[in-house]
T-cell receptor, first 115, second 113 residues
């Protein structure tokens, strides 16, 4: 099993450009998550999807949109990229959002630079 | 409010020495606790987790962690560090909804020969 995969691995955008980060999991998990990682701030939740067909905001949702395309795939879209969105983005999945099935498994990350 | 604190931003140890990384949490209910490791340029890998039962939990790569409710701590330990353990370590606490999974800010481990 590949686990959680993310594409692309690296991306450079200009301010104002848009792009979509893709995430897929093959563990038949119900829940999926998008985080951003910034130096000295750990991981912060952007959006999550508790189950197929639902999405909810996390701690830092402004400037982002998400789509839970099906059970396997959860995409993150930046409509108009800003330099403040330069970060490493991680996708994760878990069997469920609730205890005790909420152990999260992570993808390798996407390194995004906005100029 | 729920939170996780990792007091040590950076730790340097000699290869073969013992290691302890500190983690303190604040959570209203019974916490479910995790340690993840992130090697340079990689994603996060689960080292171990505590849900209930024995407060000393064993993980992969020879790591263990001890849950101490009275101290609100979940410290990670390894008796003998290897050069390949150099990485960033994150403590996390998980709750009962999708947005209740909180990470500490991480501890960077350097291993010197």
């Amino acid at each position: 099993n590949a686990g959680v995969t993310q594409t692309p691995k690296f991306q450079v955008l200009k301010t104002g450009q848009s792009m979509t980060l893709q995430c897929a999991q093959d563990m038949n998990h119900n829940s999926m998550y998008w985080y951003r990682q910034d130096p000295g701030m750990g991981l912060r939740l952007i959006y999550y999807s508790a189950s197929e067909g639902t999405t909810d905001k996390g701690e830092v949702p402004n400037g982002y949109n998400v789509s839970r395309l099906n059970k396997r795939e959860f995409s993150l879209r930046l409509e108009s990229a800003a330099p403040s969105q330069t970060s490493v983005y991680f996708c994760a999945s878990s069997e469920a959002p609730r205890l005790p099935l909420n152990t999260q498994y992570f993808g390798p990350g996407t390194r995004l630079t906005v100029l | 409010a729920q939170s996780v604190t990792q007091p040590d931003i950076h730790i340097t140890v000699s290869e073969g020495a013992s290691l302890e990384l500190r983690c303190n949490y604040s959570y209203g209910a019974t916490p479910y606790l995790f340690w993840y490791v992130q090697s340079p340029g990689q994603g996060l890998q689960l080292l171990l987790k505590y849900f209930s039962g024995d407060t000393l939990v064993q993980g992969i790569k020879g790591f263990e962690a001890e849950f101490k409710r009275s101290q609100s701590s979940f410290n990670l330990r390894k008796p003998s560090v290897h050069w390949s353990d150099a990485a960033e370590y994150f403590c996390a606490v998980g709750g009962n909804t999708g947005n209740q999974f909180y990470f500490g800010t991480g501890t960077s481990l350097t291993v010197i020969p």
